[in-house]
C-alpha cells in the first residue's frame, strides 16, 4: 500500500488537502517524510493508547520493603559490601535519560543543559550527575561508564555541549549517548500534525523506550563487552539522584532480585507519584492519575497511608533483565498536549489549549514482567530533589534548598 492509499484509509484529509496545497517542493519533503512511518503500526498504538485503563482494585496488593536507615548494622553493612564488591569490579554502569528540553524552567536547550547555584558555584544538572559518578569511581578505582539516552531532538545539541565542555573531564570513551525513540503527535480528531516544515511532527515516547533504544543503539551489546552486570537507570533532572548506592545494589543482590528501585514514602494521599504495589501477584507502579481514590487514602491499623512507596526514577536491573525488556512491548499511555500545526492551507496554527496527544510509555510498565522486585525506601531529604517547574514545588529554588541541607549534614 502507498503512502496516499495509507492516508486515505486511516482518514487523514488535512495531510491529503495540505498535499494538494503544497508546493513541489514541499510535497515531496512530507511525502518522503510519510514513507518512514508505519501507518498500520501507529494507529494500532495509538489505538490501543486510547483504551481506559481499568484497575481491578481486588488484585491490588502490598509489595515487601525494607527501609534503608531501619537497617540492622550487620545486614547494613552485608548490603553495602556486596554492592562495593560489584562497583569495585567494573561491572556496574549508569544510564541517565536526557531527552527533554528545559521549556518549563524557561531554557532553551536541553534539560541537562541547564545550570543553577548550588554548593556556591553554578553548575549543570549533566555536571552534577557527573560529580556523583567521580565520587565512587574515585572510590573504587573504576570508571563506571555513562550511557546518556537523548532524543532527536536534542541529541546534536547534548553532544555539542560536551564537546564543549570537555565532557566534564570525565574519560571520554566511557560517556556513551543513544537516542531515545520518538513518535507522531496526533490531535482529538485522529489527524496526524504536520510542523511548519513540512515535516511529520513527533515527540519522544517516553521513559519506556530506554529499553527497545538501548538495544537499538548497541549500548547492551557495549554493556556485554565491558563485562557489565548491572544498570542504574535514572532522570537527569533530580539532583539528589544516589547512581551509586551499594546498599541497593548489594539488597537486589542479596534477595537475587533482577529489578529493584529505591523508593521514598508518599507524602499524602494526593500527591502527584507513582505507587508501587503488587499487581495480579506482580510487582507493578500505578500512577496517581490511574490509582482508585479508594486505594489512595487507605490506611494501615496504624493509621499509615497502605501504598506509600513512591517511584522517583531510581531503578536497578541486571543486564540480562535489560536484555529481555529490550524485546517486549510496552503499554502507551496518552498526554494530552498544546502542539502547532499546519492547517490543510500550510497556515501554521498555534493552539492556545491542549490539543494534541502525545503517546508515552513508562520505564515501570517494565516490572510487571518479573516476579518480584526488591525495594528500598530511602529518606525523601536526602534523595529526592527534582527540578520540574520554574517556580514553586519541584523547581530549582526547592531543589537547592534540598541539597544545601543535604550535604551540610554529610
Known amino acids: 500500500m502507498n503512502t496516499i492509499e495509507n492516508l486515505k484509509k486511516y482518514n487523514q484529509t488535512r495531510i491529503l488537502k495540505l498535499l494538494e496545497n503544497a508546493s513541489a517542493q514541499n510535497a515531496k519533503t512530507l511525502l518522503t517524510d510519510l514513507k518512514k512511518l508505519n501507518f498500520d503500526e501507529f494507529f494500532e498504538t495509538y489505538n490501543e493508547s486510547q483504551k481506559e485503563i481499568k484497575i481491578d482494585e481486588s488484585k491490588i496488593k502490598e509489595l515487601p520493603y525494607l527501609v534503608k536507615r531501619e537497617l540492622n548494622p550487620q545486614m547494613n553493612k552485608l548490603f553495602f559490601d556486596l554492592g562495593m564488591e560489584v562497583l569495585s569490579s567494573g561491572e556496574y554502569a549508569v544510564v541517565t535519560m536526557a531527552g527533554g528540553q528545559g521549556t518549563r524552567l524557561g531554557h ?39 550511557y546518556i539516552m537523548t532524543s532527536p531532538e536534542n541529541n546534536e545539541l547534548t553532544q555539542i555541549f560536551f564537546e564543549n565542555h570537555n565532557y566534564f573531564n570525565y574519560p571520554k570513551e566511557d560517556i556513551i549517548f543513544f537516542k531515545q525513540n520518538h513518535l ?29 533504544s538501548l538495544k537499538n543503539d548497541g549500548c547492551l551489546e557495549d554493556m556485554e563487552k565491558r563485562g557489565i552486570k548491572w544498570i542504574f537507570i535514572g532522570g537527569v533532572d533530580n539532583i539528589l539522584l544516589k547512581q551509586t548506592d551499594p546498599v541497593l545494589l548489594g539488597m537486589a543482590i542479596y534477595k537475587n532480585s533482577q529489578i529493584a528501585s529505591k523508593t521514598i514514602l508518599k507524602s499524602y494521599p494526593d500527591e502527584k507519584v507513582g505507587l508501587f504495589c503488587s499487581y495480579d501477584k506482580h510487582p507493578r507502579v500505578i500512577e496517581y492519575s490511574e490509582m482508585p481514590r479508594e486505594i489512595a487514602y487507605e490506611l494501615t491499623n496504624d493509621n499509615e497511608l497502605k501504598y506509600k512507596e513512591a517511584h522517583i526514577m531510581c531503578n536497578l536491573y541486571t543486564l540480562d533483565a535489560l536484555k529481555f525488556l529490550s524485546e517486549q512491548k510496552l503499554p502507551y499511555h496518552i498526554a494530552f498536549k498544546k502542539n502547532s500545526y499546519l492547517d490543510e492551507s500550510g497556515k501554521e496554527i498555534i493552539p492556545f489549549k491542549p490539543n494534541s496527544y502525545k503517546l508515552e510509555s513508562f520505564i515501570f510498565d517494565g516490572f510487571p514482567y518479573f516476579d518480584d522486585i526488591a525495594l528500598l525506601r530511602g529518606d525523601r531529604e536526602e534523595n529526592f530533589a527534582p527540578i520540574k517547574n520554574k517556580e514553586g514545588k519541584d523547581s530549582p529554588a526547592t531543589a537547592k534548598v534540598l541539597y544545601k541541607n543535604y550535604h551540610t549534614k554529610r
Open 184 to 212: 507522531p503527535l496526533i490531535d482529538t480528531e485522529g489527524q496526524i500534525l504536520i510542523d511548519k516544515d513540512y515535516h511529520v511532527k513527533k515527540a519522544s515516547d517516553g521513559s519506556g523506550s530506554a529499553y527497545n
Open 108 to 146: 532553551s536547550g536541553p534539560k541537562g543543559t541547564y545550570s543553577l547555584d548550588i554548593g556556591g558555584s553554578q553548575k549543570f544538572l549533566f555536571e552534577v550527575l557527573k560529580e556523583n559518578l567521580e565520587e565512587t569511581n574515585k572510590k573504587v578505582g573504576k570508571t563506571i561508564p555513562w
